[in-house]
């Protein structure tokens, strides 16, 4: 099965400032690549996505990127907030709907 | 409405209890799925219904019992369960449709004593 790796595990930056989370997969069968954010005691919420055909993609001050030939993709946040500190996961999907999720990256924002 | 709701928030049950979970959505979506959610670990996928039909099934013990009863509902029985099943219980649904976003409930946080 695929097998998500993601790196780092903790994150803290001062306001204002960029973070990058990676991710790389093992199946280049892989071909739906979703974020999700998720507060404490709260679900994961979706934030960004990307397919297989796009090698970037950006909303406000979050954008993905994806290398397909090197099997990894990347979370940048500019312009950092407070409210940006939680826990993102990514994930990796074959099928559309079985999605492996990344071991997380906890992510404060120092103000 | 894009709420999935999960009842109850919290749950402490004994070894010899029987309970349910329940998971509720009004989004119309097709596919429905259960997670379990260790502290600080990702979700990991349970089950999953299609059209009301478990399509997959993570070779979960079969203490664990989901039922599909229709469209917009979702439990997941529980008997005879172990300490170490305490963890986060999460509830998800999407479009039957190819790479569709998972939304996600906020979970019911169960504790087995």
């Known amino acids: 099965g695929e097998n998500v790796e993601q790196h780092p595990s903790t994150l803290s930056v001062q306001e204002g400032d960029s973070a990058v989370i990676k991710c790389t997969y093992s199946d280049s069968a892989s071909n739906y690549f979703p974020w999700y954010k998720q507060e404490l005691g709260k679900g994961p919420q979706l934030i960004i996505d990307i397919r297989s055909n796009v090698g970037e993609k950006k909303d406000q001050r979050i954008a993905v990127t994806l290398n397909k030939t090197a099997k990894h993709f990347s979370l940048h946040i500019t312009e950092t907030q407070p409210e940006d500190s939680a826990v993102y996961f990514c994930a990796a999907s074959i099928t559309g709907n079985q999605f492996y999720f990344g071991t997380g990256t906890s992510l404060t924002v120092i103000p | ?113």
């Open chain 2, 1 to 113: 409405d894009t709420e999935v709701t999960q009842t109850p928030k919290h749950l402490v049950m004994g070894m010899t209890n029987k309970k349910s979970l329940k998971c509720e959505q009004h989004m119309g979506h097709r596919a429905m799925y259960w997670y379990k959610q260790k502290a600080k670990k990702p979700p990991e996928l349970m089950f999953v219904y299609s059209y009301e039909k478990l399509s997959i099934n993570e070779s979960v013990p079969s203490r664990f019992s989901p039922e599909c009863p229709n469209s917009s509902l979702l439990n997941l029985h529980l008997h005879a369960l172990q300490p170490e099943d305490s963890a986060l219980y999460l509830c998800a649904s999407s479009q039957l449709v190819r790479d569709n976003e998972q939304f996600f409930g906020p979970g019911t946080r169960l504790t087995v004593l």
